[in-house]
């Protein structure tokens, strides 16, 4: 039973433009959110988090939105650039911290020029 | 060293042989974690450690052992590889500050086995 869910396997904006990845889970004990992004032949990174008791987060082109009642989460980029290129999963915690994250299988998003 | 580093990069294994997947962190971090990555299933863990000479399993430990003696490193064992263990690995760590930390991840180890 997968727990945390990105049903968009990709995704595809133009340049400029806004992407939105979405992310839903499914228990209601995860309380810490989190979107990692990945460049191939590289390893996850850190993007931004979200706690339970926020409904947004904000850094820089980057907005992370929490819907606790719809049990989503969504990753907002604007403006998309092409270096925003790459694989983001969604990852999330039941113990308010960064241990035993429960990741989601992961979104790739392409920015066309 | 910054950060995490694992090695090696890459390996093709022979099926049935031992390997030792090694990770190293120069951040001081509690936790530790190893994780597979596979097409269309994202990241899984595989065992977990929170602190130096205690580790833990994760959702897909079956086939992997793993060691704490320290606070700096984390080996991962095949003990007897199959081609199901055909994977991109990661390591990573963190320092278990409530609401305030992530998991930092090394660049990975690409492996094959036949």
């Known amino acids: 039973d997968q727990q945390v869910k990105q049903n968009s396997p990709s995704l595809s904006v133009q340049e400029g433009r806004i992407s939105i990845l979405n992310c839903d889970y499914t228990n209601s004990m995860f309380d810490y959110f989190l979107w990692y992004k990945k460049y191939p032949a590289e390893g996850p990174t850190f993007l931004i988090s979200i706690s339970s008791i926020k409904d947004k987060n904000e850094d820089g082109r980057f907005t992370v939105f929490l819907n606790k009642s719809a049990k989503h989460l969504s990753l907002h980029i604007v403006p998309s650039q092409p270096g925003d290129s790459a694989v983001y999963f969604c990852?999330?915690?039941?113990?308010?911290?960064?241990?035993?994250?429960?990741f989601g299988k992961g979104t790739k998003l392409t920015v066309n020029p | 060293i910054a950060g995490i580093t694992q090695a090696p990069t890459s390996q093709i294994l022979a099926a049935g042989r031992r390997m030792t997947l090694r990770c190293t962190q120069d951040m001081r971090h509690n936790a530790m974690y190893w994780y597979r990555q596979d097409l269309g299933l994202g990241l899984r863990l595989i065992h977990y450690?929170?602190?130096?000479?205690?580790?833990g399993k994760g959702e897909v430990p079956d086939g992997y052992s793993v060691s704490r003696a320290n606070t700096d490193d984390f080996p991962l064992t095949l003990a007897s590889a199959v081609p199901s263990q055909t994977s991109v690995y990661f390591c990573?760590?963190?320092?278990?500050?409530?609401?305030?930390?992530?998991?930092?991840f090394g660049p990975g180890t690409r492996l094959l086995v036949l």
């Open positions: 990852a999330a915690s039941p113990q308010g911290g960064s241990e035993k994250l429960v």
């Open positions: 450690s929170n602190t130096a000479g205690t580790t």
């Open positions: 990573a760590s963190s320092p278990l500050d409530r609401y305030k930390e992530t998991q930092y």
